[in-house]
């Protein structure tokens, strides 16, 4: 399967932006897919996931902040992004995993398939 992430930008502290992810290759049903970052200097991090059964669940630091939703039918899977900090500031990347159970999600090892990230930027 193939990722391709895209939405990245440049915007100001406050305000929101939407990262999409497009899959190919693969049924988008099958897999738990999740979005990382990684930031300059530091390991990459998990932020959100999202099960074949549409449960999520984030990292703390963007709980009621950024939501992530999949669309199977387009093959898609969205991160919205809202009231973004410069601590944000982040190359992001999508992935999926067919093999990773519940408790592996926030674990980027349990990951198979990576996107190439889209950069993300937030000017204090």
């Known amino acids: 399967v193939q990722l391709q992430a895209s939405g990245g930008g440049l915007v100001q502290a406050g305000e929101s932006l939407t990262l999409s992810c497009a899959v190919s290759g693969g049924t988008v049903s099958r897999y738990v897919m999740g979005w990382f970052r990684q930031a300059p200097g530091k390991e990459r991090e998990f932020v959100a996931s999202i099960s074949r059964s549409f449960s999520s669940r984030y990292v703390d630091s963007v709980k009621d902040r950024f939501f992530i939703s999949r669309d199977n039918a387009k093959k898609m899977v969205y991160l919205q992004m809202n009231r973004l900090s410069p601590e944000d500031t982040a190359v992001y990347y999508c992935?999926?995993?067919?093999?990773?159970?519940?408790?592996?999600?926030?674990?980027?090892?349990?990951?198979?398939?990576w996107g190439q990230g889209t950069l993300v930027t937030v000017s204090s």
């Open positions: 992935a999926a995993t067919q093999t990773a159970i519940n408790s592996e999600y926030g674990n980027r090892n349990a990951y198979q398939y």
